[in-house]
């Protein structure tokens, strides 16, 4: 096999594992700031099957902030509402405060081929058909051990970042706890040709005997997924014969289905990893937490975790970071993580509601959801993303700041201000300055490292603040 340049000796080596939509944004993130970084990816190619089918708007957010969000915006669909627990009333994302109040649909199957050029052509390194068996670490690097093509053999890196999905080798081998609980519920998914679609084509229904929303993927070919209340057993099959009947009683037609390319069950099991980190081995995405796949949030918040660790993880091995700027990723994601589980659950008892009582329950939930604006913006906002906060020393620290994103394509921090000491400053320590009122520190992921305490700062207050930061980068 052809290892070249991968030794252990390269100090600032990263080994990524699993080359789905956080691995390969985790790795790009990596090179962009100038770090080596290999993935090592199982499978031999992809899979042709698209797990996630959307892009909330945070997550395209990040897109922006990198400069590649355009060829997304240009192939996907726009899809302005989205459900909640397939209630009827649907969450509005127009009216968020976002450059793009909308849900974009696109597969996660291309997702995968516009992240992976991209890694590519910022240098990252791809093997697949490696699988990782085990690892060891000291205070020094990862030994791991993989299987390849032609047989075992081991790499050693400074640090590796476990993206290998809730099955994670990584987790297991550095001993990294997984608590929670284990399926009660059970759902479907299929990928079939309707020769009747539904008008229009976005629907989602639920009642007693289940639940149902469909997405098209375009050339007449739809996404189908739901959930069948009469047949929960975990280890059932599941045919287009399945898939006909179940959506003719929770919709009252199989809208002409044929030709599946993908029939699949799974479960409601509830995971959160006990920490992000041990030693150097870090987790993101799915191998950080799993979750049943309601309101298609997971691989949202699993490119956000890659977002927020490439910087933190660059400035590690660059000497740039100051004392438990990568811990922080852990006390920064994990209560995301936590957030994640309780609402997907929350979800899916309100999916699989079938008794009088939880059937009740859902129709209020369903009458607030339309009648509560407020709520309906809340509940909008967290499962698009843009809830997530950082909280620091001043109010405005971590919160977005998605009107810097054209000045973070390079992927380093941004000082916004019309003083000119203080950007001059900014400058000599590799930041990026754009002009504007006051001053504001953005971080490398679009969140705000520093703000004044005053709106009108005293140059001096901004020049100790960049002095402090510009050691953490």
């Not at 791991?144 to 993206?163: I, K, N």
């Not at 929960?232 to 014969?241: C, H, I, S, V």
Request: overall charge negative; hydrophobic content about 45%.
């Amino acid at each position: 096999m052809n290892l070249d340049g991968i030794h252990s000796n390269e100090a600032e080596q990263v080994l990524v594992v699993g080359a789905g939509p956080v691995g390969l944004w985790t790795a790009a993130e990596l090179a962009l700031a100038g770090v080596p970084v290999l993935v090592v990816e199982r499978a031999l190619e992809r899979s042709p099957h698209s797990k996630a089918m959307g892009m909330h708007p945070r997550t395209v957010e990040v897109l922006a902030m990198r400069g590649v969000a355009e060829q997304f915006l240009a192939e996907g669909g726009r899809i302005p509402t989205w459900h909640f627990g397939m209630l009827g009333n649907r969450l509005d994302f127009r009216d968020l405060d976002t450059p793009y109040p909308f849900m974009l649909s696109i597969p996660q199957l291309r997702t995968e081929e516009l992240f992976e050029q991209r890694a590519l052509g910022l240098g990252v390194r791809i093997l697949r058909g490696h699988r990782v068996t085990g690892l060891t670490q000291d205070s020094q690097a990862v030994t791991v051990d993989l299987a390849g093509p032609d047989g075992p053999y081991a790499l050693t890196a400074r640090y590796v970042v476990g993206a290998d999905g809730a099955g994670s080798t990584v987790r297991k081998a550095a001993g990294i706890g997984f608590p929670g609980s284990d399926a009660t519920t059970f759902g479907h998914v299929g990928e079939v040709v309707l020769d009747d679609p539904p008008v229009p084509p976005v629907i989602s229904a639920q009642n007693l005997d289940g639940a149902l929303i469909t997405v098209p993927l375009g050339g007449g070919r739809f996404r189908l997924a739901g959930l069948d209340a009469v047949r929960q057993a975990p280890d059932d099959g599941f045919t287009l014969d399945d898939l006909r009947a179940t959506t003719i009683r929770v919709a009252g037609s199989d809208f002409g289905m044929r030709d599946p390319g993908w029939l699949s069950r799974f479960g409601n099991a509830t995971r959160i990893a006990a920490a992000y980190r041990e030693g150097r081995v870090l987790l993101a995405g799915d191998a950080a937490h799993m979750h049943f796949p309601a309101g298609g949030v997971g691989l949202n918040v699993g490119v956000q975790d890659a977002m927020n660790l490439g910087w933190k993880l660059a400035a590690e091995i660059q000497g740039r970071a100051a004392p438990g700027l990568l811990d922080s990723y852990h006390a920064e994601r994990h209560p995301v993580g936590l957030a994640l589980a309780e609402h997907t659950l929350a979800q899916t008892a309100l999916i699989g509601a079938v008794t009088p009582e939880q059937r009740e329950l859902r129709k209020l939930v369903d009458d607030l959801v339309g009648s509560v604006p407020a709520l309906n913006r809340a509940l909008a906002e967290e499962l698009s993303g843009l809830d997530v906060t950082y909280p620091g020393a001043h109010p405005s620290t971590g919160t977005r700041f998605p009107a810097a994103a054209e000045h973070l394509h390079r992927g380093r921090p941004v000082l916004l201000t019309d003083l000119a000491a203080p950007a001059d400053l900014a400058t000599r320590l590799g930041f990026e300055t754009a002009g504007g009122p006051g001053a504001v520190v953005v971080r490398p992921d679009g969140h705000v490292w520093w703000a004044p305490a005053e709106p009108e700062p005293l140059e001096a207050d901004v020049v100790a603040a960049l002095t402090a930061l510009g050691t953490t980068f």
